[in-house]
Each structure stands twice: as structure tokens, then as C-alpha cells.
């Protein structure tokens, strides 16, 4: 069992290294100075046309130590990396990328959480009753709509809901995370106005992930129902609401269970679209500010993140499935 | 090559998921050839028209705030959108091929650095990672960056490929291409890659959505190219002209509609093929309809004199796609209380359908068609479900073939006892419910401690074991064991016999015993039922079949038993079991009986009643009285070689 959990950690610290040695050395080698490109971009923005831009990059390259030779450059790199130093924004100068991604990720954390949770129940919920033998024959129409609302990318379901919601219907707000004339307080009229201004992009997480986790779920769940063990629970005389439930609904959960953590790992990089479409204040907000910026160590800190974050999902995702499912056991 | 051609279009009827896909992607593909060249290209200029007109017979969907034409636009966005799939997808199955292939046939620190690598893909989230490539960039390349989501994008198709080839080789016909001299290279080549064809085209559809799906994202990012029109960045410009806000839905709609039109076409392709990759996953509405199959035979329920269980032309079919199958058919039998039948067939002769239909468990496609199993005075296939639940168990225990896989991976061996003994007998203490398991499970030789383990805890022997303790624990008047020793090495083989026959003594029940060795059937039996085809051939007491059997293929399975006494050499049985599909006219048996005259190639012999109580389905008799002599040399090299007509 040691080893197992050994042999995995190594994995995890491989995985980790790779890719962020991955984050650090391709940007490198695609051309282009991102100094200069976010220095225009703030120039441009400040009306200041005749100012020496050169003198200024270099003076930035000298501050952030990107005129020093590429070694030098990585192993800075995974120094700060450390110490979770992110460096700092080069647009918002002196803002620190981790103060940036510290405020944005509530945000993101609470609607996306919300939302997968809730997608995983009733998407699983959904896929057991399509799985059932007895439910009624209408319920197999829903499989192909299903097939179709899981094909799409859920941010184009994004568009439709501020159309059908904000536009059309004016009863809920187009985007942003909460009004800008609220002060925000710990009260309950902040509490409100906040969840109204997640409901819409939770919700088309929610369709999505209803769409995918019932499909998923019904697959799995059909393959168990034709396990030996169903025969016999049946040959037992079990009802056959029993039999779905604790033989068939029981075995099938497990791996929807890993999917839920793997998909608990991406959060923070699923999310990136919808909330720029609803100009959500979450990370995936910060990354397109940062894109249209040329923010460029906003960019690279904020991945770094997502990275740590979904590779961590899938060591705790290996370390606890022994758990989860008694079959497998540690050190085999 | 014949191979994949089975695999891949194994169904012969089309599938609607298939079709359904195909037709959208092949529309789709269609305008993107067609629509080009039709379309006034100008039209979709910054600045052709008027910008934020509303739809109109000219401009059928209106045109931007930039003054293009969405029409015009929509068209010419299709063709660089799915460029962009096809590049992703072309690169990333050919890297996940060769990456596959040469983890899966050089194995080693080869093996270890692809699937090392290919985990780093799986854990660095795409998108992110082309955010931050494509950031760098001055002005995107789509190009560029489908190449780079091809690179992103393989390790899937290698994980598949991979172990597909290890399966490969396993397979014999990879060793006898390799001792016919050939390198493993040419093995390769050759024997391995037409099979990876059907797992390719799934695994390029898939590469093809994720290259699309991840290009437009980028895309609506504001990670694309400005100057050529695609469908992300049609969305981009719709978003940072707050289209959607303006009401303008002629703007972000029509290119909302075909992106999900390609999505869709791509997803239905991809799971219409992988029902023919995977043709088991078994259809839904055919479950429901199992049950609505049975017909009624004689309303007659009354059993024969001294029966406890008595079987009445019993019929059970498998509906295949290449046709109807008969598994059972026309099989009758009565049993004594306490009677130990054994029930004995070559594999596929229909003994678990017939194990499975006596409790009335057949699942699609095997369908029962007609007959009766009586029990008490009522046919077990006419009562409602909820009586024939109250029976199972109860009055007839099922006791599985495959031990191993019939218990519950994920419950204790207790609760799957005990859910039995609540639903028979209704609300109990903790304390007389954990005494019945722990009796239960002594009786069979297992400590009551086991009640806590998990299946998976337990050897073959003690799985088997626990089977028998929940399959006895109601006092059944009537077992059915199906092969429940087949997983198991002959000492436990033996074991575990000698105490379901110590059980079988102490409950009085009657047992059938369903096997395919001779020797462990008859060892335990009192009497004997011969399968063959599907039909009850001869039936009688153990002793009398084993002196005298009067069907020649009892007579062969006998003479196929190693004797002890070493008096005869072994016999084989010529020719294989008979394909259900294609079944011998006349008696099924006569293509490999030594006896076979005419009559047997035309006609079906009838079950006749003999000496002694005895069946036989033969027509040497009533001519005979007894089985006469067979002429087959008694040399199992020989024998075998009779052809199998």
C-alpha cells in the first residue's frame, strides 16, 4: 500500500514537472516579446503615444529578470513556482498575479461547484431512470436530445439564455457577478444578488453536464444490468427496484464518482468560456482580460494553477478509489 | 482483413445514430464545398453593406456592425472551421497511432515514457495550455494552432491502440504468423493494422471534435484570427458587438445553429460507431419486452403424480440478428422430491438457458416461447412477477455458474444473504438474522466471520461456497445448480460437491445439476437428462444409462469417460456441436452418429417412453430394444476425423 502511494506521489511530481516545464519553455520558443506587446497595449490605453518604448521594455525585461539567460530564467521560475510567487501583472503594475487569481477563484469555485454538483445528480438521477427497464417508454425519446445538448459546447447555450432570460424576458441580469452600484457586505441582499447573477451561467454548465453525466451514467448502467451478479440477485426473489437499486445503481456510481472528481480538477479551466461570455468575475474572466492585455504572466500564473489543480484532482482521484470501490486494492 | 470486416459491420442492419450523423456531416461538408463558390465572396467584407441590418429577402440573415453580410459570411466560415478538425484530427491519429504501436509492441522504458507523457497531456487542461501558446502569437495562425491541438490530443487514441495491439498479439493467429517465419514487423503490418482500422475512425472522429471544439473556443477567447472568417470568431464579434444585448439575433444565432449542426453530426457518428465497436451494450426496449414474450401453453396446471417440479415443453429461442435461434426446445421433464437429476450437454447444447428459463430470468435476446414449468400446482410462467419473486429462492433456488462474478463486487458477503432472507420473511432482530447467516455459511463450510468480507476477499472456492449458503437458506424445494463447480480446480471440485451433496441430504431437496463432466455429473446424480441441440435426447436413472444408454451420443459421451480400470482406449465424439443457426435436418445428432440411417436426415424422432421409466428421442427404437453395436474405431485420433458434415 506504500508503494502504491509512493509510486503514485512520484507520478504526480513527474506530471507536475513536465507540464510546468511545459508552461515555461513553449511560450519561450514561439516568437515574440510579450513585454512589448503588453507595454503598447497599456501605452495605447493611456493615450501616450511619443513615450520611448524600447527604454521601457527594457527596464521591465531587466525587473523581471527576462534579459537573463533561459537556465537562469527556469530555475527562477520554479523558485517562485514555490512559493507560489506568481510574479506581478504587467498591466495592472504593481499587482501581484496571486492576489489576482486569489480574488477571482471564490468566484468561480461557488457557481462552478454549484453547478457541477447539481448537474451530477440529476444527470445521474436522469441516466438510472433511462437505464431502468420498467420506466416508461417516453423516457427513451429523451436519449437523443440527451445525445444532442451534450454534443454542443455549453457556451453557445451561454448566448441563448441571455437572450431567452436577459433580453427577451428582462428577469434575470446579462452578466457580471454581482450589480456594480451593490456594495458588497455579508447580508442577505448581497447573498441574493449574487446567486441571481450566477444562475444564468450555472445553468448552461447545467444543461451540459445534465446531458453528459445521464448518457454516461445509462451506458455504464446498462453494461451492469447484464452482469451474472444481477441474475442472481434476481434469482433471489429481490424485488426489481431493489435489484436496480443496490445491485445495479450501487456499481454503476463508481465510475460517475471519478468522473465527478476529474471534472472537479478542470474546474477551474472548464469554466473559462462562460464566464467570459457572462463577464463573470472567476478566472476565466481574469484569463481573457489578461488575453485582450497581453497580460502575459497573469496567463502563464493562472495556468500554472490549473495545471497544479487538475493533476492534483487526478492523484487524489487514484489515491481514493480503493476506497470508493473495494475491488481494487493498493499495492496491486 | 476478414476480421475487421466482421467487427465493423457486424450488424447488417445500419445504424440510425450512424446515419443520422453522417447525413448532417455530409451536408455540411457539402456547403462547405458549394457554398464558396456560390456565394458573392465580397458580400462578407468589412463594409460591404450597411452595417446592423435586420434580415431581409437580400440579406437573409442581416448583416453585422461591421457592415458584412452574415449570410455570406456563415458560408465562408464553414470550410476554414473544418480545415481546422481535419488537421487536428489527421495529426493527432497519426501520432496517437505510431505512439500506440510502438508502446504497445516495444513495451519497456518505451511503453513507460509514452504513457508517462501521455498522463502529462491528460493532466494539463487543453485549453489552458493553448491560452497560453496562443497568447504568444501576433496574430493567431489557425493552422498553427490545430497542428498544436493535434500534438495535445493523441494520448487517447494511443491508450486505445496500445492495448488493442498487446490483446492482438496475444491472439493465436499473430504466434502462427510469427512461426511461419515472419518478422515481427511484417506481423505488424499485416495482422495488426487492419484490426486497428474501426478503433482509427473513432478515434479521428473524436480528434476531429476536440480540434474544432478547442479552435473555437480559442476563438470566442478572442485568440483568432480577425481576417479570416470562422465560426468562433463570428461568435467572438458578435460578443464584443453585444450582439445578443442589441437583439441583433440574426448576427450570433445562425452561426450558433450550424456550429451545433456539426457537433451534433460528429457525436452521432461517433456513437453509432461505437455500437460497432462495442455490439454487447445491449438495447433497453428489448429488456421490457422479455416478459410480454411468454405464451401461454396448456392452461393445465396439474403436475404429475409424485412431481415436485415438472417441466412441459419448455421453449426458449434467442432472437440474433442473423435469425431465430431455438436454444430449448420441446424439453419435458418431471422431478421427485429430493431427486438429483443431472442435466448434462456439450457447451451451447442449451443447459444455462434452460437453468435461466426454469426460473423464469431469461433476458433478451433469449425469449421463453412456450411451455410450462410447474411448480406447486402453478406454472412459474404464468404468474404475475411479484409471485414468481415470492417463489424464487423460496421454493427454487438458482445456484450460479461463475461464482465469481455472481456476488456483488461491492457489498459484504453478509447484506447479500440477508436482503434475501428480509424480503421472504419479513422484518427480523439483528441478533436471529446474523445467527441464520452465520448458520448458513457453517453449513457450507465457511466461518461466520465471512459475512464481512467483500467478494473479492475470497477464493473461487469460498465465493462458490458463499452461493450455495444464500441459494440454501430458505429450504428450497428445488435447486438448479449450473455448473457450479465449472471455474474451479478438481480438489475443490470435489469439495465443494461432497458438501452440496451433504446439504442436498440434509434439506430433502430436489437438485438439477447442470454440467458438462460426465464423470462429476454422474458421481452425483440419481438420475440422468442428456442435452443435445437443445432437445432432451435420453433420460433415465444413472445406473441404467451408464450400463445400458440407448442414444448414440450418450453412448459416446460414456465411452469419452477415462475409465479406471484402463479396459478402453478414450473415445472423442467426431465433429463439432452443431451451430444453433444452422441446424442438421431430421435428428440434429445424425451428421456425427456412427448409427445414422435415413430416416434420421428427415426426420425428428419423437421422445419415446422405454423400459424402466427411460426416455430416448432416437429412431432405432422401438425396432431396437437396446443400442446396437457402433462401428467407429476406438482411436480418438480417428474418430475425430469423422467430417462434420
Not at chain 1, 515555461?24 to 490605453?45: C, N, S, T, W, Y
Not at chain 2, 467487427?7 to 451536408?27: D, E, M, Q, V, Y
Not at chain 2, 495550455?129 to 489557425?142: G, Q, W
Not at chain 2, 468562433?232 to 450558433?256: D, E, K, T, Y
Request: glycine share 8%; proline share 6%; charged share 15%.
Amino acid at each position: 500500500m506504500l508503494r502504491y502511494i509512493g509510486q503514485r506521489f512520484l507520478q504526480f511530481f513527474l506530471i507536475i514537472f513536465i507540464a510546468n516545464s511545459l508552461t515555461f519553455l513553449l511560450p519561450r520558443v514561439i516568437p515574440g516579446d510579450p513585454i512589448q506587446e503588453a507595454l503598447q497595449v497599456k501605452a495605447a490605453a493611456a493615450g501616450t503615444q511619443n513615450v520611448d518604448i524600447q527604454a521601457w521594455v527594457k527596464s521591465y525585461n531587466q525587473k523581471f529578470g527576462l534579459d537573463q539567460p533561459l537556465w537562469k530564467q527556469y530555475i527562477n521560475y520554479w523558485n517562485d513556482l514555490i512559493h507560489l510567487n506568481l510574479g506581478y501583472s504587467l498591466y495592472d503594475y504593481p499587482a501581484t498575479v496571486a492576489s489576482k487569481i486569489l480574488a477571482a477563484i471564490p468566484w468561480t469555485l461557488g457557481f462552478m461547484s454549484v453547478a457541477i454538483i447539481f448537474a451530477f445528480i440529476v444527470g445521474s438521477a436522469l441516466g438510472a431512470l433511462l437505464a431502468w427497464p420498467n420506466s416508461p417508454r417516453f423516457m427513451q425519446g429523451l436519449v437523443p436530445l440527451l445525445m444532442v445538448i451534450s454534443a454542443i459546447p455549453f457556451y453557445l447555450f451561454g448566448l441563448a439564455l441571455i437572450w431567452v432570460f436577459a433580453v427577451q424576458w428582462g428577469i434575470l441580469p446579462s452578466g457580471g457577478g454581482y450589480d456594480p452600484i451593490l456594495i458588497l457586505r455579508w447580508d442577505w441582499k448581497t447573498a441574493a444578488n449574487i446567486l441571481r447573477h450566477a444562475i444564468l451561467p450555472a445553468l448552461a454548465l447545467v444543461l451540459f453536464g445534465v446531458g453528459s453525466w445521464a448518457l454516461s451514467m445509462r451506458a455504464t448502467l446498462v453494461t451492469v444490468l447484464g452482469e451474472d451478479y444481477i441474475t442472481f440477485a434476481q434469482a433471489k426473489g429481490l424485488p426489481d427496484r431493489n435489484v436496480f437499486m443496490r445491485y445495479g445503481v450501487r456499481n454503476a456510481l463508481l465510475p460517475q464518482v471519478t468522473g465527478l472528481a476529474i471534472a472537479f480538477g478542470l474546474i477551474l479551466g472548464s469554466g473559462v468560456i462562460i464566464e467570459s461570455i457572462f463577464n463573470y468575475p472567476g478566472i476565466g474572466n481574469l484569463i481573457f482580460a489578461a488575453i485582450s492585455e497581453k497580460d502575459y504572466f497573469v496567463i502563464n500564473g493562472t495556468v500554472a494553477i490549473m495545471v497544479l489543480c487538475a493533476s492534483t484532482a487526478l492523484l487524489i482521484v487514484d489515491l481514493i478509489y480503493p476506497l470508493i470501490d473495494p475491488r481494487i486494492r493498493y499495492g496491486k | 482483413m476478414a476480421a475487421v470486416k466482421r467487427g465493423l459491420f457486424r450488424n447488417t442492419k445500419l445504424n440510425p445514430s450512424l446515419i443520422f450523423g453522417a447525413a448532417i456531416l455530409i451536408f455540411i461538408v457539402a456547403v462547405s464545398f458549394v457554398g464558396p463558390v456560390v456565394v458573392n465572396q465580397k458580400m462578407a467584407r468589412v463594409g460591404a453593406v450597411d452595417p446592423n441590418l435586420a434580415p431581409t429577402a437580400q440579406n437573409v440573415f442581416g448583416s453585422d456592425s461591421q457592415g458584412r453580410d452574415v449570410f455570406t459570411t456563415l458560408i465562408l466560415a464553414v470550410p476554414p472551421t473544418l480545415r481546422v478538425g481535419l488537421i487536428a484530427g489527421l495529426i493527432s491519429v497519426f501520432l496517437g497511432l505510431s505512439l500506440g504501436l510502438v508502446a504497445g509492441f516495444f513495451g519497456g522504458w518505451a511503453d513507460w515514457l509514452i504513457r508517462t507523457f501521455s498522463d502529462v497531456l491528460m493532466a494539463i487542461p487543453s485549453i489552458a495550455f493553448m491560452i497560453l501558446v496562443v497568447a504568444r502569437m501576433d496574430r493567431p495562425n489557425i493552422v498553427v494552432v490545430s497542428v498544436v491541438v493535434g500534438f495535445l490530443t493523441w494520448s487517447g487514441t494511443a491508450r486505445g491502440i496500445r492495448s488493442m495491439v498487446l490483446t492482438i498479439r496475444e491472439r493465436s493467429y499473430t504466434a502462427v504468423a510469427r512461426a511461419n517465419g515472419e518478422t515481427e514487423l511484417e506481423v505488424l503490418f499485416r495482422e495488426v493494422m487492419p484490426n486497428l482500422l474501426p478503433l482509427m475512425l473513432a478515434s479521428f472522429i473524436g480528434a476531429v471534435t476536440m480540434g474544432i471544439a478547442t479552435v473555437m473556443a480559442l476563438e470566442v477567447l478572442g485568440l483568432g484570427n480577425n481576417v479570416i472568417p470562422t465560426l468562433g470568431m463570428m461568435i467572438f464579434w458578435s460578443q464584443r458587438f453585444s450582439a445578443v444585448l442589441r437583439g441583433m439575433w440574426w448576427w450570433w444565432g445562425p452561426p450558433i445553429v450550424v456550429i451545433a449542426l456539426i457537433f451534433i453530426g460528429l457525436f452521432f457518428v461517433s456513437f453509432g460507431l461505437d455500437r460497432y465497436l462495442n455490439p454487447a451494450i445491449p438495447i433497453n426496449r428489448a429488456r421490457a419486452r422479455a416478459r410480454r414474450a411468454i405464451q401461454p401453453g396448456s392452461t393445465a396446471t396439474s403436475i404429475s403424480r409424485g412431481a415436485v417440479l415438472e417441466v412441459k415443453n419448455l421453449k426458449v429461442i434467442y432472437e440474433t440478428a442473423a435469425g431465430v435461434v431455438k436454444a430449448v426446445d420441446d424439453v419435458s421433464f418431471a422431478l421427485r422430491p429430493g431427486e438429483r437429476m443431472g442435466l448434462i450437454g456439450e457447451s451451447g447444447s442449451g443447459k444455462t438457458t434452460m437453468a435461466t428459463a426454469m426460473m423464469r430470468l431469461s433476458r433478451p435476446p433469449a425469449y421463453i416461447v412456450g411451455g410450462q414449468v410447474l411448480l406447486d400446482g402453478r406454472d412459474l410462467l404464468q404468474i404475475s412477477d411479484r409471485d414468481v419473486n415470492r417463489i424464487r429462492l423460496k421454493d427454487i433456488a438458482l445456484m450460479p455458474q461463475a461464482a465469481m462474478n455472481s456476488l456483488n463486487p461491492v457489498m459484504r458477503i453478509g447484506p447479500q444473504i440477508t436482503d434475501a432472507i428480509l424480503f421472504h420473511m419479513g422484518r427480523m432482530s439483528k441478533q436471529k438474522l446474523d445467527d441464520m447467516v452465520g448458520q448458513a455459511l457453517t453449513k457450507v463450510g465457511l466461518k461466520p466471520a465471512i459475512a464481512r468480507r467483500f467478494p473479492h476477499q475470497l477464493s473461487g472456492g469460498m465465493k462458490q461456497r458463499a452461493a450455495m449458503a444464500i441459494a440454501t437458506i430458505l429450504h428450497p424445494k428445488v435447486i438448479i445448480a449450473d455448473e457450479p463447480t465449472s471455474a474451479l480446480d478438481v480438489v475443490v471440485q470435489q469439495q465443494v460437491m461432497s458438501t452440496m451433496g451433504r446439504l442436498q441430504e440434509e434439506l430433502g431437496a430436489a437438485v438439477v445439476l447442470i454440467g458438462h463432466d460426465m464423470g462429476l455429473i454422474t458421481q452425483f446424480s440419481d438420475t440422468i437428462g442428456v442435452l443435445y441441440a437443445g432437445k432432451l435426447v435420453e433420460r433415465g436413472s444413472v445406473q441404467d444409462v451408464l450400463a445400458n444408454p440407448y442414444h448414440p451420443y450418450t453412448r459416446l459421451l460414456i465411452d469419452s469417460l477415462p475409465s479406471l480400470d484402463g479396459k478402453h482406449a478414450l473415445v472423442s465424439i467426431p465433429g463439432l456441436p452443431p451451430e444453433l443457426l444452422n441446424l442438421p435436418s431430421g435428428c440434429t445428432f445424425h451428421p456425427r452418429c456412427p448409427l445414422a440411417f435415413e430416416r434420421c436426415r428427415s426426420e425428428a424422432p419423437a421422445v419415446q417412453e422405454m423400459q424402466g421409466g427411460r426416455q430416448v428421442a432416437c429412431h432405432l427404437y422401438p425396432e431396437h430394444t437396446e443400442l446396437p453395436s457402433m462401428h467407429i474405431k476406438l482411436d480418438g485420433v480417428e474418430a475425430t476425423e469423422v467430417p462434420y458434415a
